[in-house]
Nanobody, 122 residues
């Protein structure tokens, strides 16, 4: 059973940057679609970005131009570079993975991580 582990969360001031990483144990992310979602307290989960096996990337409207999702198949990791962070980016960020193609924005992933907290102070 593959498990996903997120890392890189923390506290940052508005305008700052963070880089999140998603790594897999018990499997390789090489041919998986990997997505990032976030959830703020009291809100529904929000699609952030995903990347498929062909390296095509998709972003939620609120992060376009500020966040970049990349994959390193040699390391079997997927990263989310977050720049120009805003207080509204605060939330728990979850990594997800699926062996198939997942439409951007949907949550039809087989595997989910436990999440990492990102807090952006104003």
């Amino acid at each position: 059973q593959m498990q996903l582990v997120e890392s890189g969360g923390g506290l940052v001031q508005a305008g700052g940057s963070l880089r999140l990483s998603c790594a897999a144990s018990g499997g390789m992310l090489t041919r998986f679609t990997v997505g990032w979602f976030r959830q703020a307290p009291g809100k529904e989960p929000e699609f952030v970005a995903n990347i498929n096996r062909w390296y095509s990337t998709y972003y939620g409207d609120s992060v376009k131009g500020r966040f970049t999702i990349t994959r390193d198949n040699a390391l079997s990791t997927v990263s989310l570079q977050m720049n120009s962070l805003k207080p509204e980016d605060t939330g728990v960020y979850y990594c997800s993975a699926d062996p198939g193609v997942v439409s951007p924005g949907t949550r039809e992933y087989d595997y989910w991580g436990q999440g990492t907290q990102v807090t952006v102070s104003s």
